[in-house]
Structure formats: C-alpha cells, structure tokens
C-alpha cells in the first residue's frame, strides 16, 4: 500500500551563508513553507535539502502539521494559503510562503 502525499506546514529557522541572498545586516531568518511528504519527517528533509541546495543555512524545524490537522485545531486557513498549499502539492515541492529576516538588537 502506498501512502498519499501531504502538505505539511513547516517553519524553518535559518542562519547566515554566503550566497544566501538575505539582507546583509540580516542574522538569519524564520521561512514560512510548504512541503509534501508521506509524513512530516519526509517533509522536513526535503525542505532541509532544498534550502541547502539554495545556500540557505537551516538551523531548525518546527512542524505544524497538515492542513486537516491545522483545521482540526481550529486554526483559520485563508484562501491564499491553501492555493500554496495546494501548488506545493500539484507540483511536489517546497513553497516558501514567506521569509522574515532577523536583525540584531
């Protein structure tokens, strides 16, 4: 029996590398994605090596879950993210929704 693909919702803290294409004064930053996979470990190291493959530096993983667990714990899921959630799927990818850099204090 094969298991079906899922988009899970997946925070990935980055740090700094060269190339990596974030602000200069910029820390590292928290990337928003999307991410198929049988279950969340797949998932996860898909995004890891994606980011990799993009000079990102991934530090750490939080999982969210897949969009039915996201509803199921009565989170609002908006049209717009479930498009990105839906394209992650069609196309068997990483989306990066959003990328927030972090800046020293």
């Given at each position: 029996?094969?298991?079906?693909?899922?988009?899970?919702?997946?925070?990935?803290?980055?740090?700094?590398?060269?190339?990596?294409?974030?602000?200069?004064?910029?820390?590292?930053?928290?990337?928003?994605?999307?991410?198929?996979?049988?279950?969340?470990?797949?998932?996860?190291?898909?995004?890891?090596?994606?980011?990799?493959?993009?000079?990102?530096a991934?530090?750490?993983?939080?999982?969210?879950?897949?969009?039915?667990?996201?509803?199921?714990?009565?989170q609002?899921?908006?049209?717009e993210?479930?498009?990105?959630?839906?394209?992650?799927?069609?196309?068997?990818?990483?989306?990066?929704?959003q990328?927030?850099?972090?800046?020293?204090?």
């Amino acid at each position: 029996m094969t298991r079906q693909q899922q988009v899970f919702t997946l925070l990935v803290e980055v740090g700094r590398a060269a190339g990596d294409g974030l602000p200069p004064t910029a820390t590292g930053a928290g990337l928003l994605c999307y991410a198929t996979g049988v279950d969340e470990a797949e998932a996860v190291r898909e995004t890891v090596a994606v980011l990799k493959q993009a000079d990102m530096a991934p530090l750490d993983v939080t999982g969210y879950g897949t969009l039915d667990e996201r509803l199921a714990a009565g989170q609002e899921i908006d049209e717009e993210e479930r498009a990105l959630m839906g394209r992650a799927l069609d196309e068997n990818a990483v989306i990066v929704a959003q990328a927030t850099p972090f800046y020293p204090e």
